[in-house]
């Protein structure tokens, strides 16, 4: 499962992508265009850029998408990369088995450039940019058209989408390293992609703001057909994050607020019940469509419901009790009052989520405890709840939608936005208006200054964005350590994976793939290799200030 063998690596020197399957000039940074493209940049035509623009989207949540020729069960397109970038962290616990397509993330063995998950974690975004690109490099810049327009927009925010993934975990914080190399940029016009050195911190985050601008300019009146497109206020959504990772406090706040028009958080009654599962739901402003018809792999073990879920009827978590649950450290801090604390079963099995659902004839914690051959074993202590199944508990077709953004990040956004650029008292009012109204009728923030108001929101956002794959972002922006356990108590961590890293770990950045060092002389296989592999009980007296 870990290691890309050399024969593999021959075999996808061409990456073969599910939706476009004669791209056969794709390259490792998702460069290339040719001649015949940009020569056809004054012939395009709406109809043909539309088709295009639809592989672009659905690219994100294909199968096989990093390893077209091998049929993995850990490559299933942009929510694999999410899990692996929570399993990373602090908060998300899953048994070191050997049915755990992603203990490298647990165990940080997956800084290996050899190994296929960070291989994965690079490529998905790099193929997708391969294909905004291409999108962008035949459309005339100066067309006056304005379905092309709009296309036009669309492409770069979905590029500075891309980058968003990939700048927070190549190099660290915006404040501190924005002048250190970080990944190659790479857009229609770069001519040279096999000597493309990295960029700094500050000239990709440029590029990511220079695209959101123009995006959120081309977009100004387009109305989407559905929720896998990006809008305007999508676009506004991506910028907020963005400010939000570079500390330009104001205009992240200023910039969820926009996104934010229209929209609202889950109610209590919402997420009193496993869901997250749905593009229909309406707190989200952007998501994947997940459908049963595109899901054609190994039975449906490929998906997020198989390894996040936990009430999947064709899936591993369930199937073999590698059980995606919440640390300890972090559910024992959020309130009995609080409805997400039934998000996870407690220690004795029970959530009062359960009392919603039923599987095979039994409601309720008899689920906790239900096992079918083959289908499910029993709950794990702390196993997650949270997200539901689209097609219904016990479903086994696995087709559940994605989030890409929801109403609760930009709120919470904008609370750390304003808290940080000086209004301290209305980022705490945007914070106890959401938990209050929201999550806990008996919530009451008690921070005082900026610094302990971003702590609590910190706190905030591992809570309801857990398993949504902001994890390691957080870390790396607010200059974190990672810390699973405290003393000599590891919890249920598994021995591997028990361990605390400094914030300022060299190991904490991720490794270029081998194909990357390989076709790109711009970067050389000694990029990123500072410090070593955690070991376990490393560091037992970090505190995070949140967990402490």
């Known amino acids: 499962m870990k290691y890309i063998s050399k024969i593999s690596f021959f075999a996808i020197g061409c990456f073969v992508l599910a939706s476009c399957s004669d791209m056969d000039d794709m390259k490792p940074e998702g460069n290339v265009v040719s001649d015949e493209q940009v020569n056809e940049t004054t012939t395009a035509v709406p109809e043909r850029v539309a088709a295009d623009l639809a592989g672009v989207y659905s690219y994100m949540g294909k199968q096989y998408c990093a390893f077209p020729n091998d049929t993995r069960d850990d490559d299933f397109g942009l929510p694999a990369v999410y899990l692996s970038q929570d399993l990373n962290g602090p ?73 968003l993934g990939l700048a927070p975990y190549y190099q660290f914080n915006y404040q501190s390293s924005k002048d250190k190399p970080c990944v190659p940029i790479v857009t229609e016009a770069t001519a040279d992609y096999s000597n493309n050195p990295r960029a700094t911190v500050e000239e990709v985050y440029t ?51 926009k996104a934010l028009a229209g929209y609202n958080p889950a109610s209590r009654a919402d997420v009193s019940t496993p869901t997250f599962c749905r593009l229909s739901e309406p707190n989200w402003l952007w998501g994947l469509l997940i459908e049963a018809a595109n899901i054609t792999g190994n039975g449906g073990y490929p998906t997020w419901p198989s390894k996040l879920g936990s009430f999947s009827g064709n899936g591993y978590a369930p199937g073999t009790g590698v059980y995606k649950r919440i640390n300890p450290l972090l559910w024992n801090k959020i309130s009995d009052t609080d409805v997400r604390k039934g998000w996870w079963v407690d220690a004795d099995l029970h959530s009062p989520l359960l009392a919603t659902v039923s599987w095979n004839g ?94 609590e929101i910190w706190k905030q956002r591992r809570i309801e964005l857990w398993g949504e794959g902001f994890s390691i972002a957080d870390i790396m922006r607010l200059n974190k350590p990672i810390v699973r356990f ?62 402490d």
């Open 207 to 257: 590029q990511i703001m220079n695209d959101l601008n123009d995006a959120i300019s081309l977009l100004e009146g387009y109305v989407r057909p559905d929720k896998t497109k990006i809008d305007q206020q999508v676009a506004y959504g991506l910028r907020a994050r963005a400010n939000l990772y570079m500390g330009n406090w104001a205009a992240a706040a200023a910039d969820a607020d």
């Open 362 to 455: 039994v409601t309720g914690d008899a689920i906790s405890t239900l096992e079918i051959p083959d289908v499910k074993v029993k709950f794990l202590p702390y196993s997650n709840v949270k997200f539901g199944m689209k097609s219904g508990v016990g479903s086994t077709t696995n087709d559940s939608d994605w989030c890409l953004m929801r109403a609760e990040e930009l709120i919470l956004i904008k609370a750390e936005g304003l808290a940080m650029s000086g209004d301290v008292a209305g980022g705490k009012k945007v914070l106890e208006d959401f938990v209050k109204g929201y999550r806990d009728a008996e919530y009451s923030c008690s921070a005082a200054s900026a610094e302990t108001l971003q702590t």
């Open 91 to 163: 908060d998300m616990v899953c048994d070191n088995s050997g049915y755990n397509w992603f203990s490298v993330s647990g165990d940080y063995s997956d800084r290996n450039a050899n190994y296929a998950n960070p291989y994965a974690r690079y490529a998905n975004f790099y193929n997708q940019l391969k294909l905004a690109n291409d999108l962008l490099a035949s459309i005339d810049p100066a067309t006056e058209n304005p379905q092309l327009k709009q296309y036009m927009g669309q492409a770069k925010a979905v590029r500075a989408f891309d980058y």
């Open 486 to 547: 405290h003393g000599s108590d590891t919890g249920i961590w598994p021995d591997a994976f028990a361990f605390n890293i400094e914030p300022n770990d060299g190991y904490l950045l991720l490794r270029f793939p081998q194909k990357e060092t390989n076709n790109n002389l711009g970067i050389p296989p000694t990029e990123n290799t500072d410090g070593t592999q955690p070991v376990a009980g490393q560091n037992p007296g970090l505190n995070d200030g949140v967990t």
